[in-house]
């Protein structure tokens, strides 16, 4: 089997580095690419990767030549990506990527079909102000409720798959919407096909606003308009 990690960029000049070199040289068990999504990035990121990144083995970069969202640069990734499983990577340290390896490890045993981390299992995580640690318990609630789950955390960037579950949905919004639109398509369809669906604790280092986190209030409240969105949609199996 073979891993495409899938990582999406937007102005992480600072941490983007940092990050590739970490996933780059982790073994994860079986053979990887990375498939890059550099969506339009202003802050030197993308002339970073040109000079860096551009032609090294196992690597695939993608430009935006507009500024797209990340469900937008997921999309490009997907459309690259030619390995058996399918791992989102977002390009800062918030996350830490070894938390992955028995995530992968799960679906090349054959014991899952989709794996989410989350960040509120108890592993090591910063304190979130309250407003958005209840956001997005609220997101998740509701997720839960029209979709017959039990997630702790829909929002989380961890999502681990066999790339094969893509071809029975389609997937239409280019923001952080994403997350909400991947979950409940994806429940909705594994109650229908039996996908062993899993979720695991991870490590989350996460940042302020002012040390560059990008997702905020507008997109929770936009996040519960995809869920009514998709509150009745059914899978065309």
């Not at 992480?12 to 969506?39: C, N, Q, S, T």
């Amino acid at each position: 089997m073979k891993l495409s990690l899938i990582i999406p960029v937007y102005n992480e000049r600072v941490f983007f580095p940092k990050l590739f070199d970490l996933v780059y040289a982790m073994d994860f068990g079986v053979p990887k690419e990375l498939v890059i999504v550099d969506d339009f990035s202003t802050d030197g990121t993308r002339q970073w990767i040109k000079e860096h990144i551009e032609g090294k083995e196992g690597v695939v970069v993608v430009y935006h030549e507009q500024n797209k969202g990340k469900g937008a640069a997921l999309h490009s990734g997907f459309q690259k990506a030619t390995g058996d499983i399918i791992a989102i990577q977002d390009a800062d340290l918030e996350l830490d990527p070894r938390d992955l390896i028995p995530m992968v490890q799960m679906i090349v045993e054959d014991k899952a079909d989709v794996v989410y981390g989350s960040r509120f299992y108890g592993k090591m995580h910063r304190v979130a102000p309250f407003h958005y640690h209840w956001g997005n318990k609220i997101i998740s609630f509701w997720v839960n409720f029209f979709c017959n789950t039990s997630f702790t955390d829909i929002e989380v960037c961890y999502k681990v798959f066999k790339k094969e579950i893509l071809k029975y949905f389609d997937l239409t919004l280019t923001d952080f919407g994403f997350e909400v639109e991947f979950t409940m398509k994806m429940a909705k369809t594994a109650m229908r096909k039996g996908w062993r669906v899993y979720e695991t604790a991870i490590h989350y280092y996460g940042r302020s606003f002012a040390e560059g986190k990008k997702i905020n209030w507008k997109d929770g409240i936009k996040a519960l308009g995809y869920i009514l969105k998709f509150a009745f949609w059914k899978p065309k199996l």
